[in-house]
């Protein structure tokens, strides 16, 4: 069977200038999926063993963004693939619906895990003010807390442009510590 449209397809019109740039406004809040490459992050932290193929994980830092933009979390995967996925960042249109972080909460940290790793990783929650909410983790190999009210590490987005997820599936586990994917 071969499948024919009724009639012409609508022509892409050259002046509408945002068609396919691949950034997409909520209504005054920009996203961008950037992909992941040496590039575009940098290894942050490391285990040697656990999860898939008992071959450990990494944590990325987003970097070199695209200008204005800022990250939302930071990117995880097993070690036993290449290094492929993708992170959203963000900007503001009316300079409202990103604000800094009043203050980071220590969630957790491998210090006392007996495996292989690059040093311990401390895993920060953004504190947010009132109206918005933390879409990511910060994380650091330092149990320093990092500087809050800066966006140069991550960013509260306006509550009305979040929504509740749900972890997709393990990503890393070992010693009754696990890592999900969302």
Not at 15 to 20: D, I, R
Not at 134 to 158: I, N
Request: overall charge neutral; charged content about 15%; aromatic content about 12%.
């Amino acid at each position: 069977t071969i499948f024919k449209f009724q009639g012409p397809l609508p022509p892409i019109l050259p002046h509408e200038v945002h068609f396919g740039k691949g950034t997409i406004d909520l209504g005054g809040l920009e996203v961008k999926q950037v992909s992941i490459s040496n590039t575009t992050a940098k290894r942050v932290w490391r285990t040697y063993e656990g999860g898939r193929d008992s071959m450990g994980f990494s944590i990325f830092e987003p970097i070199n963004l695209p200008p204005n933009f800022f990250k939302l979390g930071f990117y995880a995967q097993p070690n036993n693939q290449k290094l492929f996925g993708s992170i959203l960042v963000a900007r503001s249109v009316n300079l409202s619906n990103l604000l800094p972080p009043e203050d980071y909460l220590e969630v957790g940290n491998t210090a006392s895990l007996n495996i292989k790793q690059d040093g311990p990783a401390y895993v920060w929650q953004p504190v947010c003010h009132n109206g918005y909410q933390a879409v990511g983790m910060f994380v650091t190999t330092s149990p320093e807390k990092p500087l809050p009210l800066t966006q140069q590490y991550t960013s509260c987005v306006r509550s009305e442009f979040t929504e509740a997820s749900e972890a997709d599936g393990l990503l890393w586990g070992i010693n009754g510590v696990s890592v999900f994917k969302l």
